[in-house]
């Protein structure tokens, strides 16, 4: 979806960010192919912006911190657990609108799956950007 519209504005069409606009994936994940969606998302996420030197993009700052601070805490849980709750509160923070948008969307039990999902999403955010700068600086690109 990327490449495409990085192709489309260096073609000279206009593109259209519709901040309302809701999609829904028909596609049931189980875990396996979730992490696998997720890491090479991430992948050529990573590939695209070195690729076309993107700048500026559409992901909220809230999403781009927490994986490196997750990452910190999962670092911290082994030799400072205290920090480490510090660390997931300050995600749970950043992140906060989107879920209360998962509690609107599905209510409490799914607000709290949700909050250890966006976890694991970050982790998995995390591995995907090192492989795909792994993969653009070795040559491997699409």
Do not use: Q, W
Not at 78 to 89: G, Q, S, Y
Request: no cysteine; aromatic share 16%; charged share 20%.
């Amino acid at each position: 979806d990327r490449e495409l519209g990085e192709r489309l504005i260096r073609n000279g069409f206009k593109l259209l960010f519709l901040k309302n606009l809701t999609i829904k994936h028909i596609k049931e994940f189980d875990l396996l192919s979730f992490v696998v969606s997720r890491i090479n998302r991430r992948k050529g996420y990573v590939k695209n912006v070195l690729k076309y030197k993107i700048i500026k993009d559409h992901i909220p700052i809230s999403l781009k911190v927490s994986a490196p601070i997750t990452t910190l805490s999962i670092i911290f849980f082994f030799l400072n657990p205290k920090i480490t709750l510090f660390l997931l509160f300050v995600i749970f923070l950043l992140n906060l609108d989107f879920l209360i948008y998962a509690k609107k969307f599905g209510g409490i039990k799914f607000f709290i799956n949700f909050y250890f999902i966006l976890l694991l999403d970050m982790i998995l955010t995390l591995v995907g950007t090192i492989m795909g700068f792994i993969d653009y600086f070795s040559g491997r690109g699409y």
